[in-house]
């Protein structure tokens, strides 16, 4: 059964710094992205940031643009989400989600795999 697992997510103060990983766990899986979406309490889960398997091109939500960095390491079938300047609306529980559709960079109909989140909370 392949697992999606993060880590990383924890305290930080506004304007700091939080790095998680997502890492596949189990059985290889095949699938066109890896996503990072977060929820925060009383919203829907919105779309973060991705990255493509082959060719490792990205995608960020206008709300991350110039402070997140989404990246992968293949060798351990692993993507990361630096996250820099963070404020308080970063706040929320972050999921990854591997694209098992070929169609919908964002879409989370399109992402069929899922972690069990992790939470970032962004207070001073």
């Known amino acids: 059964q392949v697992q999606l697992v993060e880590s990383g997510g924890g305290l930080a103060q506004p304007g700091g710094s939080l790095r998680l990983s997502c890492a596949a766990a189990?059985?290889?899986?095949?699938?066109?992205?890896l996503g990072w979406f977060r929820q925060s309490l009383g919203k829907e889960r919105e779309f973060v940031a991705t990255?493509?398997?082959?060719?490792?091109?990205?995608d960020y939500a206008d709300s991350v643009k110039g402070r997140f960095t989404i990246s992968k390491y293949d060798a351990k079938n692993t993507v990361y989400l630096q996250m820099n300047s963070l404020k308080p609306e970063d706040t929320g529980v972050y999921y990854c989600?591997?694209?098992?559709?070929?169609?919908?960079?964002?879409?989370?109909?399109?992402?069929?795999?899922w972690g069990q989140g992790t939470q970032v909370t962004v207070s001073s």
């Open positions: 990255i493509s398997w082959n060719g490792g091109i990205t």
């Open positions: 189990g059985r290889t899986f095949s699938s066109y992205r």
């Open positions: 989600a591997a694209q098992t559709s070929p169609w919908g960079t964002r879409s989370l109909a399109n992402y069929g795999i």
